[in-house]
């Protein structure tokens, strides 16, 4: 209770939790009126009598749970959120989160590596900064593919409840909230897909809970979470200077209304500083500028990256399995060579009557279009060619504007296109070749007949497999079929569009490769039925009969496949580097035990004098084998890769030796984006602090265990029943007997996912040690934050202010330690420390105690580490006292009951005391983290405004071609100037914010426990 207001005929509370330390929440109730009003004990110690005493390991589930609660802001080196995931976390994933609880406003680019646990990372940052309460509203924005997986990881994995917001939602919400109510506010964890959210409904939505004049302070929301982050960054520029997309817009008008940003991105830099720095600006506007080149002290600061080959096991070796990138030689016949003169030849016709640029640039895109779809298959030709023949007959390119400009959406159609999935993918490219019409010349007779020929073929083929169809059948036969019975191996195979996947599939099922064992996972597939394909692909190959995984790159991003999967075949080749890396991490990821097997194609005639049809695909061949063996950080240089695979499809020359791609860009990606090379170092310093956190707050497996059967037990609950592991013969598992009443939810994930056909689904069992549950889906890691445990821990929590749940918060014990001179008394409180914004600054469970004689007075123990040295071994190792010991304890408690409480007042003070000087410790180190980097920061746009030099950047000749970039570039100088001038202001309210967070610290005291230890020789007399 905070605040009274006393009227004439009613009184106002206002009420503050103290549940879960949430304090600032409050609440204002009228007294007379709130029924089954009443006034609980929340702030004194048990009523201690004969028959109100509770075993000793009662006492002690009951103590963990309280302790388990109290998270301290003071100490930054101790972590919960490891023991409230579902994950056995590995050391390394740690170091986001340390670094966010030692900051005074988190701004982190997760930049691992594909496959290193990015999620899982982003994951402990939020229940960290959750359980500090140093933030309440979450956003997740991410691709589309990606909003379930994120839901049911951050459920599984955290225990946390994230709600999708999308259009559906909001109809939901309309209905069960009123027309005006926003899911942005019904909803504190949220995901959204970045395509939504570049919709006129969420923009709509937004404005209406965005301050209009910008951002203020307090922030509208708390954490950002931006996965993969690289697609907002501004593409890799066409000639000098990178240009904001629309979704670079979105994102840095909604980054700043955040407290916290947390952005993931295994390639955040292409090779340009201009696209890099402006991801960076999104990100800590107090620490970058867009265009300016960032200081190294800041990168390192702001950067978390850590490639595979830097993550070793304890004894050295690599923790990541070694790529084998391999080509599989195809014998290209003739017919299929002929087309692709066909097509060359239709390009060359096309050339020769452009005169101007946007021609051209129209041109070149239908070419790679084309040229993309027949490197694909016959059946995605056939749909490509189609669709131009349509185009060129039914429209005139008559409607031509007298500027020779190039439309945006043609330069930028590749970067935009990268995200998309294969329907959005095919819509785009249909659409492209409509919009490109009028930029073009109406087509020749010869160009119409030479698309004719070419449809022809592609229809004829599609009844049969081709050359590299062939290969592939030969390839899977011998890996998943190479008799009539099916073997235990799995293949993923890639293409990048629906149409080659449906032939291959029908393919496979004429060949004898389809049924039960044969899945597809495209854009097309609902959510729920996308991640049923994914969980069989994942399951057993013993419990679940699918064998072949034909993908589109819908499956590409985000999506894990490397349980009982090494192999995988890229059946085309993208034209983007970067989606070769994306596929290759669906396997090649954490918890992949053999060596990642990658397979693309080439004409057998590569390494002699071949045709352009040949030497194509060689070249595809090289950029595959390139990026599969990941020698490179491979950010920069997939962008290099990129404009070269273009051009060499354009038929242009392509000066470029692949294998030393993208060196210079590399290295100067590497001094802008460092990588983490000392991972073994800070795994050591990650361990270290996760072990303390172990030994100070008691997070065992079986001090988890004991809680939950504690509390089951009070809430006459079936008790967990062992559960017998035939299959890997782990122990430590338990069946969770069928729960009642409320207690039903505590069974929530309890159920296998997978549905399998004819039968119920299977119940997992659980484990409270991370140790039996890592690299296995068939067991549930039972971690603080999931609802069994936390079920039990709030039970055992409420037991504070309620008597009926049967916990009288008192034990006594007998213990055998000589040294203990008279009957101990221990008493156990939550000592809470709370800032003048309400919020928690530190919590903990302080202990207080000292001698009880039987004649005289309580004698308080001062020596804290002998008291908990003793207290601890007692409620582990102590007998129950006896009855006739418990009443002799009981006759003597009123005359101990307010020294013990004076004893904790005492130790309440001293806490407070050295609580108060590191507290001021740490506000001084948050204010001069502040001034530094605003400092440091106003020193490197000053160095910046100094040396540019407009005319170095542009030339006479670029300024007439770059008119966007040259807007762009002096947008970004004008605000550097206007950032300057405003850094005073920002460093002034900064400083404010961390003042109002420490100033007029209030302390609360609310005890909980009585602890009795009778010597061994007083029980017996």
Known sequence: MSEIDAQERSTVLTLQSVEDGRYGETLEVVWEVEPGRSVLPAGSLPEVTEHAFDPPERLAAFLDAVRWSAVTSAEVK??????RSGIAVEDYQLEPVARAVDAPRVNLLLADDVGLGKTIEAGLVAQELLLRHRARRILIVCPAGLTVKWRDEMAEKFGLDFTVIDSERCAIVRREHGSAANPFEVYPLAIVS???????????LLDEILPPDGPTYPRAFDLLILDEAHHVAPAAPKQVYAVDSQQTKLIRRLAPHFSHRLFLSATPHNGYLSSFTALLEILDDQRFARGVEPDRTAVRDTVVRRLKRDIVNPDGTPRFRERQARAMLVNYPDDEREIHGLLTEFAALRRKKLTTTR????????????KKRLFSSPAAFAHTVGVYLETLRSRSSHARPAEDEVPAWLEDFFDDTATYDDELLAEAEDDALGRARPLQPDASDDEITLLERMQRWALA??????????????????????????TNNRVVVFTEYRDTQQWLAEILHQQGLGGAALAQLHGGIPTDEREQLRLAFQADPTEHPVRILLATDAASEGIDLQSHCHRLVNYDIPFNPNKLEQRIGRIDRYGQTE????????GTGWEGAVDSYEADLEFLSRVATKVARMEEDLG?????????VQKRMLGQTVNIDIDRAGARTA?????????ETQVGEQVRRLRANLDDTVRELGITPDGIKRVVDTALELARQQPLRPHTDEKHLAQGLYQVPPLTGSWQRASAGLTEKLHRDDEPPRQL????????SGGRDDVVLAHLNHPLVAMSTRLLRAAVSNQDIGLHRATAVVSEDPDLEDVLVGAFSRFVLVGADGMRLHEEVLRAGGWAPEHGRFRRLENLTRLGGRLDHALAKGVPASEPVRERVAERWPRMRDGLLAALDWRAGTRRQSLDRALDQRKEAERKRVVNNLDQFAATLRQALDNEDESALFSKVELEKTRDELAQYRRDRQAWDERLARLAVVRDRELEMIEDHYRDRKAHLFPVAVVFVVPKREAIR
């Open 461 to 486: 083929h599609e009844a049969e497999p081709d050359a590299k169809a062939r290969e592939l059948i030969t390839y899977l036969r011998g890996v998943c079929k190479p008799d009539r019975d099916w």
């Open 194 to 204: 970045l395509p939504w959210l570049r919709g006129q409904k969420a923009q709509r």
């Open 636 to 644: 920069s240089v997939n962008a290099v890769l990129a404009d070269a």
């Open 359 to 370: 021609g051209r640039k129209a041109t070149d895109l239908v070419t790679l279009l084309l």
């Open 667 to 675: 290295r100067t990606q590497h001094r802008e984006l460092p990588a």
């Open 595 to 602: 060596n990642p097997d990658i397979r693309h194609f080439v």
């Open 78 to 83: 101790v972590l919960q959120a490891p023991f």
């Open 765 to 772: 069992p659980v484990t409270f040690d991370p140790a039996v």
